[in-house]
């Protein structure tokens, strides 16, 4: 298991990061997303592992269904402010 902690001045910047590491890992646990302790912005705690051995070709694992619903979902950020 991976365990990543972002940290981000704003929402948009920790949507941005947070959909980077979706690109690459699957997620599988996230925090809440809190105020950092020291300064201004956010910070999010990401448990993820390597993505599962790519399916054959037409078609897609369950571990993709899964990758491509968190990608599209990052309400568990927060509130987009845009």
Same mark, same amino acid.
């Given at each position: ?8 001045? %704003?929402?948009?910047?920790? !949507?941005?990061? &947070?959909?980077?590491?979706?690109? /690459?890992?699957?997620?599988? =646990?996230? *925090? $809440? ?6 300064? %201004?912005?956010?910070?999010? !705690?990401?448990? &993820?592992?390597?993505?599962?051995? /790519?399916?054959?070709?037409? =078609?897609? *694992? $369950? ?13 568990y950020l927060g509130p987009d402010p845009g």
């Amino acid at each position: 298991m991976i365990r990543a902690r972002l940290a981000a001045d %704003d929402v948009d910047e920790l !949507h941005a990061a &947070a959909a980077a590491v979706v690109s /690459a890992l699957t997620v599988i =646990r996230t *925090s $809440r997303t809190v105020p950092r302790r020291f300064g %201004d912005g956010l910070t999010v !705690h990401l448990d &993820a592992e390597c993505p599962a051995t /790519a399916p054959p070709p037409g =078609r897609a *694992s $369950r571990s993709d269904d899964l990758h491509g619903k968190q990608a599209e979902d990052l309400s568990y950020l927060g509130p987009d402010p845009g």
